[in-house]
């Protein structure tokens, strides 16, 4: 309670830590470069579907904390999806259950190709279970992993590193995502637009068009006054 009423009370003192400047920068770097990377490859924003194979969940809280303010994932071109045949990047967690795997292949299947297998987290790379009847070990025992992403849990900075890794690994499966660059760049790949398309119809409404009933209604024609 303030004893006294006629002045503010003091505020408590900040006790939150400051975030090291090495890690700020690193972070900031990360995101421009994959941003930078995704406007070069593919001129479209790319969705997530991620996929819990068994995992405690911890690497799921890392990959939520990219969503908030402080990563906002979605200003570089990234959003989750919940529905498989709308992804383009399989963000999978987890030893991979065996009473999982039908699910796990399931999903992959769905998705339209190309597609990227991201296999995140210790559990998924296979180095915190063994194979044995109940779990496969490591995701690469179901589906075709293209990136690995170490930690345990890893960290939103490593997350967003293999994002970029992944990026890269789908632009090399797509080299025909470049078109939309070739497009911009060659006009005529689209096909007559504009002036030059109305100039069609123009032109058959044009004069001449207009000529020949001029012509028929003109008595020296030999049409009707």
């Known amino acids: 309670m303030n004893p006294h009423p006629d002045k503010p009370a003091d505020r408590p003192p900040d006790l939150t830590p400051d975030k090291p ?33 068994g995992s405690c969940a911890v690497c799921e809280q890392e990959i939520r904390l990219l969503t908030a303010p402080h990563y906002d994932l979605h200003r570089l071109g990234f959003f989750f ?3 498989p045949r709308h992804a383009d990047l399989l963000l999978v967690t987890g030893p991979m259950v065996r009473a999982f795997e039908t699910a796990a292949r399931k999903t992959y299947e769905a998705m339209p190709g190309p597609k990227v297998v991201v296999a995140t987290g210790a559990c998924a790379l296979g180095g ?27 960290s939103p900075l490593a997350l967003l590193h293999g994002l970029g890794v992944a990026v890269g690994r789908l632009a090399e499966k797509t080299p025909a995502l470049t078109f939309i660059v070739e497009q911009a760049a060659d006009p005529e790949a689209s096909g007559p637009a504009g002036p030059e398309a109305a100039g069609v119809e123009a032109d058959a409404a044009g004069p001449e068009a207009a000529g020949v009933e001029a012509d028929a209604a003109d008595p020296e024609a030999g049409g009707k006054p």
């Open 81 to 83: 999806t919940p529905a």
């Open 128 to 154: 915190v279970y063994r194979k044995d009847p109940f779990v496969h070990g490591e995701v690469s025992e179901v589906l075709p992993v293209d990136v690995w992403i170490p930690g345990c849990p890893p």
């Open 21 to 53: 400047a090495d890690e700020t920068a690193a972070t900031a770097a990360a995101a421009a470069r994959l941003r930078d990377t995704i406007a070069a490859q593919f001129g479209r924003s790319l969705h997530i579907r991620t996929l819990d194979t």
